[in-house]
């Protein structure tokens, strides 16, 4: 299977404390979320064990200074971004 088929969002955008991600998974696996600044820092990073099937987490960024920043979901098939802003 390829990653590309893999179905990824978040929302609200943009967002003030929690950001909800969403993603399919077509086997249950690793799956690692990353989120860095413009900098290329990472500033917030979570491992969770996906499923197979929808999945659905929470990121907590209210901590994070406002700007935009880009979220990184990554399997064993490969990654996938997007870009959100902190308000």
């Known amino acids: 299977l390829?990653?590309?088929?893999?179905?990824?969002?978040s929302y609200p955008n943009p967002v003030s404390r929690q950001l909800l991600v969403q993603f399919n998974l077509?086997?249950?696996q690793s799956t690692l979320?990353?989120?860095?600044?413009?900098?290329?820092q990472v500033v917030l990073s979570r491992q969770i064990k996906g499923v197979n099937g929808f999945n659905l987490t929470s990121l907590d960024v209210s901590h994070l200074p406002k700007g935009s920043y880009l979220l990184s979901i990554?399997?064993?098939?490969?990654?996938k971004s997007n870009i959100f802003v902190k308000s």
């Open 26 to 28: 077509f086997e249950p």
């Open 33 to 40: 979320l990353q989120v860095t600044n413009t900098l290329n």
């Open 2 to 9: 390829e990653f590309r088929r893999v179905l990824f969002r």
């Open 74 to 79: 990554s399997t064993k098939l490969g990654s």
